[in-house]
């Protein structure tokens, strides 16, 4: 009779000891696939973060960069300093400043006008430049046979080499708008070198297509241009200025001026400077107001340069009245990163 009792008391604790360590694999399975799950959710916390979107606080700079000036370029030098290309009535000059503001004007002229009535650089203007490989300067240019919009003169756009940016050889024609469907008028180039070493040319155009807007013409060598297919921007927005962001979209500013007496007015746009953003540089969207005109004022032909890596600055001609000069003004992009 004991032998049974004792038989039975030791089947009962195994039963009870085999159930506790089932119960407590379980247990450990169990977390064990919990633990496997937290990376998971961290990774996607982590991709969520880093959808972000870039957006600028504008501020306008006080004082003028240059009094009797027009249509500026910009360009950061090695040393920090900034020199300040513009149109005059000699052709284009240039200026140098050690923060980006205070300008004092460089002797000489950069790329002189051909004083020769109907010339094709009878008249030289709105220069924008690309640093070379081997270290030289090639600036790009609008040469026009005389005053005047589309139909009252042609306009090109020319090239011109230098080693310091001072002294410039011009180089000859670049895009011959005569040949190229731009119908006599492709004027206000803004070059900007691709990721992939190309070099494309945006700039406003006589095209039907670009129905007064902006085209652009895209280069191996910096050369020799291909016309671009279809147009970047259309419906008189012009004067185009270009930058990649951080996140590496193209950043493109633009000028809206509705002038009753030509036509160009549109109920729907203030007169100012305008934003739009592309991932590729070719599709742009996103139409937003920079800064709108002080009355009795007309902006034209913006330029931006990077400050820093949350810093921009926009440089723009500014017109009062006909026959006035021009002067060139300011105004600094701060960078802000708000998520989606």
Request: proline share 5%.
């Amino acid at each position: 009779m004991k032998t049974k009792v004792l038989i039975i008391l030791i089947v009962f604790l195994l039963l009870i000891g085999g159930g506790f360590f089932v119960g407590k694999n379980l247990l450990v399975q169990k977390t064990e696939v919990s633990k496997e799950e937290i990376p998971k959710i961290e990774k996607e916390e982590k991709v969520s973060e880093e959808k972000t979107k870039l957006k600028f606080e504008w501020v306008k700079d006080s004082g003028i960069r240059i009094s009797d000036g027009s249509v500026p370029y910009v360009h950061k030098l090695k040393d920090g300093r900034f020199r300040l290309y513009y149109c005059g009535v000699e052709g284009i000059l240039s200026a140098i400043s050690e923060d980006g503001l205070n300008f004092e004007k460089e002797p000489g002229v950069r790329i002189s006008s051909v004083n020769i009535k109907g010339n094709q650089e009878s008249i030289v203007c709105d220069p924008t430049l690309i640093e070379l490989p081997d270290g030289k300067i090639r600036m790009y240019y609008k040469g026009a046979t005389g005053p005047g919009g589309p139909g009252e003169a042609i306009h090109k756009i020319f090239s011109a080499i230098s080693y310091e940016g001072l002294n410039f050889e011009k180089e000859g024609l670049r895009i011959d708008s005569e040949k190229t469907g731009d119908m006599g008028w492709a004027s206000v180039p803004e070059a900007i070198k691709l990721p992939d070493g190309k070099i494309r040319i945006y700039y406003v155009s006589g095209d039907p297509e670009a129905d007064g807007g902006i085209m652009s013409a895209i280069s191996e060598d910096g050369l020799n241009f291909q016309k671009e297919k279809g147009a970047r921007v259309k419906g008189n927005f012009v004067d185009p200025a270009i930058t990649i962001l951080p996140d590496g979209k193209f950043f493109l500013l633009v000028i809206y001026n509705c002038r009753p007496e030509k036509g160009y007015c549109d109920p729907n746009f203030k007169n100012g400077i305008y934003s739009l953003i592309s991932e590729d540089g070719l599709n742009f969207s996103d139409l937003s107001l920079v800064i709108q005109y002080d009355p009795g004022y007309e902006f034209l032909d913006p330029t931006i340069v990077k400050i820093d890596e949350n810093t921009y600055r926009v440089y723009f001609g500014v017109r009062t009245r006909p026959g006035e000069p021009m002067f060139i003004q300011s105004i600094t992009g701060y960078l802000k990163r708000s998520s989606l």
